[in-house]
């Protein structure tokens, strides 16, 4: 299968064999030409930070709303039209954020459109109301919700929405990654939690995101035992996240969990993300998703090999 390069990083559209490439006057963020990318099917999409975390948000939202995949090609497609997926302070007449949201056509204040988990949210929320959305075409979903004056944009947005709604919908494992800088050491003062401040704010980002995915491995006061020796448990810097009882459903929130935490790791000084017999590190991001080796000591398999939880460590 030929693989196609879909680089989203502004609006002109070049063709060359079997490469679709779109570029434009921005470019990668960070400071050594860190981006993000997903690969679904032979289609690679490759996008810069600020998108990732949108775009892996707009995933997050959908999933905590319970909403299916089709929900996020369907938002993610909408915010690249709108914005080329960026929180922007200004657009057409009042038009702002990720979507575009007027305030005068009651999407809230100016403040709460510019806010991404608002304005993710409202977008989601009214398209769960068009009815029969999860089948109709990604132009007719987005139009009934946004009742663009350029209602038929949408539909060319759809191939690289969809591949990066499959990967961070936790539909297809492994498929998202980032190759960015080791993050600098973060805040390792001592909550109540247990946890660092770091820590404890990515145990906050991700009930924000997902809602109230259970979670573990800290305790108020530290924990010192349970875990490898070294593990960053020790120090109060990881946490895992629980999928239990591992399922074919259970592995695909899973999924969806680890590639946020991937997509959103610069942000949130993630160091490791371990996950279904998968590791992911800041310090060899350019190798992407690798094998994991469980430790040779006893446990239960599924324990192990992090197949019921995803184990974020921080920095």
Not at 94 to 117: E, I, K, M, N
């Amino acid at each position: 299968m030929a693989r196609k390069l879909l680089v989203l990083l502004g609006c002109v559209v070049v063709v060359v064999v079997a490469v679709l490439v779109v570029r434009g006057s921005e470019t990668l963020t960070g400071s050594r030409g860190e981006f993000c990318s997903a690969e679904v099917d032979g289609d690679l999409v490759e996008v810069d930070l600020a998108q990732a975390r949108y775009a892996s948000l707009i995933a997050a939202t959908a999933v905590k709303r319970g909403m299916p995949a089709r929900a996020t090609t369907i938002g993610i497609a909408t915010a690249y039209q709108e914005s080329k997926i960026r929180n922007l302070d200004y657009g057409d007449r009042d038009s702002l954020g990720l979507f575009q949201q007027r305030p005068s056509q009651d999407w809230g204040t100016p403040a709460q459109v510019q806010d991404p988990r608002y304005a993710v949210d409202k977008f989601l929320q009214t398209l769960e109301q068009v009815d029969g959305y999860a089948t109709m075409e990604v132009t007719e979903a987005a139009q009934a919700v946004q009742r663009s004056a350029y209602g038929d944009a949408y539909a060319e947005h759809e191939p690289y929405a969809r591949v990066l709604a499959s990967a961070l919908s936790g539909n297809s494992p492994a498929a998202f990654t980032c190759q960015v800088d080791p993050p600098a050491e973060g805040d390792q003062e001592i909550v109540s939690s247990g946890l660092t401040v770091t820590a404890d704010q990515v145990r906050a980002d991700v009930q924000a995101s997902f809602g109230a995915v259970p979670s573990g491995g800290y305790a108020p006061g530290g924990v010192d035992s349970g875990h490898s020796p070294g593990s960053a448990h020790y120090d109060g810097r990881a946490i895992d996240f629980f999928f239990k009882p591992v399922s074919d459903s259970s592995l695909t929130n899973g999924w969806a969990l680890a590639q946020y935490l991937v997509a959103n790791a610069p942000r949130l000084k993630v160091q490791t993300v371990i996950f279904d017999d998968r590791i992911w590190t800041a310090q060899r991001s350019s190798s992407g998703w690798r094998e994991y080796d469980p430790p040779a000591r006893a446990g239960a398999s599924e324990i192990l090999r992090h197949r019921d939880h995803v184990h974020v460590d921080v920095a």
